[in-house]
């Protein structure tokens, strides 16, 4: 077994038990959709927005770690279609459990992505339900991979 794959699932194993005493769930996730209203027949800005608290990462996206859970953003609405989810860049940090560097998310990230509403919409207020999927981690540890939802919603005008 490749050394660096015991020591990662030695050190999540390690994050489990460490999870009882931190809690890895202080990620808050909101969003919003075109600043609270949007019209019929045309494409929206919206983002999900993740809330990090001090001491804590996330990996990004792109985490360039096979071991590393990247962070993925769904977007589904009914009656509009949820476009492209784009990614920002993370920074790229060293830590004790990783020999290269991994790129992370900290503080606060705004994920934006775009919702387009027909013509032909009915009724007056657009619905969108994001899951966001990502891997919490100290400096020493990361946990087990968590789903979190949020509802967003706006007014048709």
């Known amino acids: 077994m490749n050394i ?15 999870g009882i005493f931190f809690d890895v769930n202080a990620q ?3 969003g919003s959709i075109g600043n609270g209203a949007v019209s019929r027949g045309t494409t929206a800005m919206g983002a999900v927005i993740l809330s990090i608290p001090g001491g804590l990462h996330v ?3 792109r985490p360039n770690s096979e071991y590393a859970i990247p962070t993925t953003v ?8 949820a476009g492209r989810v784009a990614y920002p860049r993370g920074k ?3 830590f004790q459990f990783s020999e290269n560097s991994i790129n992370v998310y900290e503080g606060r990230v ?3 992505f775009t919702v387009s509403v027909p013509k032909n919409f009915r009724g007056n207020t657009v619905r969108v339900r994001a899951t966001v999927r990502y891997q919490a981690c100290t400096e ?9 939802q949020v509802i967003m919603t706006a007014r048709v005008r």
């Open 4 to 18: 660096r794959l015991l020591n990662t699932i030695l050190v999540t194993v390690f994050g489990l038990f460490v």
């Open 28 to 30: 808050s996730i909101s």
């Open 59 to 61: 990996n990004s996206n």
């Open 74 to 81: 769904r977007v589904i609405g009914s009656g509009v279609r």
């Open 92 to 94: 790229n940090r060293r």
């Open 110 to 112: 705004a994920i934006p």
């Open 140 to 148: 020493e540890v990361c946990y087990p991979p968590k789903n979190k």
